[in-house]
């Protein structure tokens, strides 16, 4: 089955064709580090996870690349305003991000790049865009990029250069040319870190920094560049700007851009102070609940934010974990079961379940197609039938997701659940009914039930869950 993308350089999905053979170079914008990730930060992390996932899967050796920008005005002034230095600042959030992805279950990309350690590269990218009069040195000082040099501009986004006017995107400064045009290197001032450059110390812009790191690691043109769609402008547009008009080439060939997070249907954002950030969400939530809540909804699609949402995915989640657990209990008596709960590389996936991700990694399909193998696992461990296969499908499944990774004995064990006490009372009641003392099997029910513990009962025996 071939893969396709939505490109949104093109517009319009497209088979994916790697620049070479089983190979894909792959770059995502990271975060700037000055505080811990929100929500919003946690869909890019998981979407181009599951996307680097299945890439793999897919056979490719894939080259994943995600930077952190570790020098900006917000790192300066949080630093300042703490009273610590900016590189325990950024140390301090750097660790911090890895925690929090680690939790929602990402893989580590292959490559996370600072700027900080990139500067020459910057530098070098520069110098041949003024060489080229590509940009130039305003009366400031500073290092600005003429977007008009640049005819393309506006090829990612859909605007036109004439239409755009200065204001909220654009900063407003005498020393341009053109309002459009944007800073490359800022000269240094008093009290904050600076770098060597043939233009004074000083430091760089945002957008040029992911325009060197990505090339600097995959090459003047590479397959995949991706992120938040608040960056496609200006961002994104920027660094094709500067690439392609320092190097030539295509630059990125596709672009793969996630959906908003909104909160009571308006975009999410700092500045609009309607954020929640993934440590805030984690607190109250199991990390798998997120990852399955940015899953249930396409990732270009907006997906609206809410304890409701999060209570229906961690539903979804128990459900499935409720399988699981019955699997478990089958496997204490099975000989063939416990290969495909351990041996998930030898367990394959539906054919639906790879077109669905093949078609622009098609999450809500995937995940339907995941509960339709649940029902026919529980039906057929109800019925006694053979289940080895669908239990293979359903363990590829949830690791290729990243779901359903723990034991679960483990996940319905949260809070101060005493699990001795529980199973030695689920023990007690079966002796109950067999002797037919149904009072006090009820009344084992109902203690438990009064603790939010819930029995249920099947040919295969009883299972619990907490609520």
Sequence with gaps: MSLMVYNTLKREKELFEPLHAGHVGMYVCGVTVYDYSHIGHARVMIVFDLIYRWLMKSGYDVDYVRNFTDVDDKIIARAAERGVAIDLLTNEMIAAFHSDADALGCLRPTHEPRATDHMDAMVAMIQTLVEKGKAYVADSGDVLYAVREFPRYGQLSGKKIDELESGSRVDVDTSKRDPLDFVLWKMAKADEPAWSSPWGL??????????????????????????????????????????????????????????????????????????????????????????????????????????????????????????????????????????????????????????????????????????????????????????????????????????????????????????QFIEGMIKERLLAREQRDFSRADAIRKELSEQGIVLEDSSTGTTWKKL
Excluded at 210 to 228: E, N, R, T, V
Excluded at 261 to 274: D, P, Q, R, T, W
């Design 202 to 419: 000083g430091r760089p812009g945002w957008h040029i920094e992911c325009s060197a790191m990505s090339c600097g690691h995959l090459g003047k043109s590479f397959d995949i560049h991706g992120g938040g769609m608040d960056l496609k402008f200006p961002h994104h547009e920027n660094e094709i700007a500067q690439a392609q008009a320092a190097n030539g080439g295509d630059f990125a060939h596709y672009w793969l851009h996630n959906g908003f997070v909104n909160i009571n249907a308006e975009k999410m954002s700092k500045s609009l102070g309607n954020f929640f950030t993934i440590r805030e969400v984690t607190e109250r939530y199991e990390p798998e609940v997120l990852r399955m809540f940015m899953l249930t909804a396409h990732y270009r699609s907006p997906l609206d934010f809410s304890d409701t949402a999060l209570d229906e995915s961690k539903a979804a989640l128990d459900r499935l974990y409720e399988t699981l657990k019955r699997v478990h209990q089958l496997a204490e008596t099975s000989a063939a079961l416990p290969q495909a709960l351990t041996d998930i590389a030898a367990c394959a996936l539906p054919t639906d379940f790879c077109a669905a991700l093949n078609d622009d990694f098609n999450t809500p399909e995937a995940l339907a197609i995941l509960f339709d193998c649940s029902r026919a696992l529980n039906k057929g461990l109800n019925e006694g039938g053979d289940v080895e296969v669908l239990l293979g499908q359903f363990r590829a499944m949830t690791a290729l997701l990243g779901i359903v990774q723990q034991h679960a004995d483990t996940w319905f064990q949260r809070g101060d659940v005493d699990t």
